[in-house]
């Protein structure tokens, strides 16, 4: 029963949405308005903050269209265990 639903494109597709409102939320706060750290400190520390930030960007957009084809998950549906 559960099998069906962790191999749910329904549920990758959120979980990669998550991951990248994450990575935005985390990079905007932590390296840009608090510059508590960075993705990597040194020359070039911002191209790896918004590289960090376009990676977010990029999770939510393949997360969005991965759930958006996807159907629900009918896990009391008959003839399923």
Request: with cysteine; proline share 5%.
């Amino acid at each position: 029963m559960f099998g069906r639903l962790w191999r749910s494109p329904m549920l990758w597709g959120w979980a990669l949405v998550g991951w990248g409102l994450f990575n935005l939320v985390e990079g905007v706060v932590d390296h840009h308005l608090l510059g508590i750290h960075h993705v990597r400190s040194g020359p070039n520390q911002l191209w790896w903050d918004l590289g960090f930030l376009a990676l977010g960007v990029v999770l939510i957009a393949v997360g969005w269209a991965i759930q958006r084809r996807a159907r629900p998950v009918d896990l009391c549906a008959p003839g399923h265990r």
